[in-house]
């Protein structure tokens, strides 16, 4: 097994300047890290990361909690989060919750045995997990949440600009000539997911729309649960819109597997925009109309603020509350009725 010397004495360099790449703690020039990284690639030298955490007491590695790694929005998130962490010279370590409380849990106390430095929280739908959160910041672990924001705690967070965010999404469907339009939330416990609400609303209430309160339908983040509350409230006589805005990607999902399951063309029964990129557009048609979240950048900059609290701990600031734009990517799913020909959900 390679040795942190031998890798010196291959690349022309102290050991210093070999632990000074590995950990990225003190500048090196270029020259040098090429120098350095070379020889480790070529002796296959593995740092001892255990060893290295008991002496400086630091592990160099962030965890993140996503709530299902089979949503495209998620991973990409994870991706923007790595890059930020490998710059400085951290690691990341991504597990899934389930979107469940008690799993979220688990993964919180498992990721502290491990020794993260940091935590990036995706919160798993239900109860605000107050407590959770609370214990690791008590143990001195910063914690980011990422997209879904959870009421009453002072956390700090990055999103997307939730009210302005379902405000493109509303209003593009007004624009279209939609008046009956439907939203689809998550738990309202959730502050964006209220945010997004509020954004529907205030597009309606600038179109000179009425608020019709039966089509405002609530539901958790799981797709199957979801499915079930549209197929019911579509088949219920007075509720039925020409149009539905579903405010997350597990939502839009569950709205999408209801229309297909009560037969409904989209747009020519029913328009249809959604938030977070759902399928791939060159692949599948109707294409999907949606309001796109910056997942990479979102990911990016948590885990930059993650990394200010831990390298800068007794620098007191107050809480973070970091929100981005969204871009709407406008596609078949919501163009005016009669524009498109055999297109199906």
């Avoid at 790595?82 to 979220?104: F, I, M, P």
Wanted: proline share 5%; aromatic share 4%; charged share 25%.
């Amino acid at each position: 097994m390679a040795t942190i010397k031998q890798v010196a004495e291959m690349a022309g360099v102290s050991v210093g300047t070999v632990s000074h790449v590995i950990t990225g703690s003190v500048p090196v020039s270029e020259a040098l890290r090429a120098s350095v990284e070379a020889a480790i690639r070529k002796l296959d030298y593995h740092p001892n990361h255990v060893a290295r955490s008991l002496k400086t007491n630091k592990t160099w590695t962030l965890g993140i909690i996503v709530p299902d790694l089979t949503i495209p929005f998620f991973p990409q998130m994870i991706r923007g989060a790595e890059t930020a962490a490998r710059k400085q010279g951290y690691s990341l370590v991504a597990v899934n919750s389930d979107d469940n409380l008690d799993r979220q849990k688990d993964l919180l106390s498992l990721l502290r045995s491990q020794r993260v430095e940091g935590m990036l929280l995706v919160v798993a739908s239900g109860a605000t997990p107050l407590e959770q959160i609370e214990r690791m910041m008590d143990a001195g672990i910063p914690v980011v949440c990422l997209d879904r924001v959870p009421n009453k705690v002072p956390v700090d967070s990055v999103s997307v600009e939730d009210v302005s965010a379902a405000e493109l999404g509303v209003g593009h469907l007004v624009s279209m000539g939609y008046r009956r339009i439907a939203i689809v939330t998550g738990p309202l416990s959730l502050k964006n997911e209220r945010k997004r609400l509020l954004g529907y609303r205030q597009a309606l209430r600038k179109a000179g729309i009425g608020l019709d309160n039966s089509l405002t339908w609530q539901a958790d983040l799981r797709p199957e649960n979801v499915t079930q509350v549209c197929t019911e409230r579509l088949q219920t006589a007075g509720t039925q819109p020409d149009a539905i805005f579903a405010t997350n990607g597990p939502t839009g999902l569950g709205v999408m597997r209801a229309l297909h399951k009560l037969g409904l063309k989209t747009p020519d029964d029913m328009a249809f925009v959604t938030f977070d990129e759902l399928t791939v557009d060159d692949l599948f048609r109707p294409a999907i109309t949606t309001v796109v979240q910056p997942a990479t950048e979102i990911g990016y900059r948590a885990a930059e603020i993650l990394l200010q609290r831990i390298e800068k701990p007794d620098k007191q600031e107050r809480r973070i509350d970091l929100r981005l734009p969204a871009t709407l990517k406008v596609r078949d799913s919501s163009r005016r009725r009669g524009n498109l020909k055999s297109l199906s959900a």
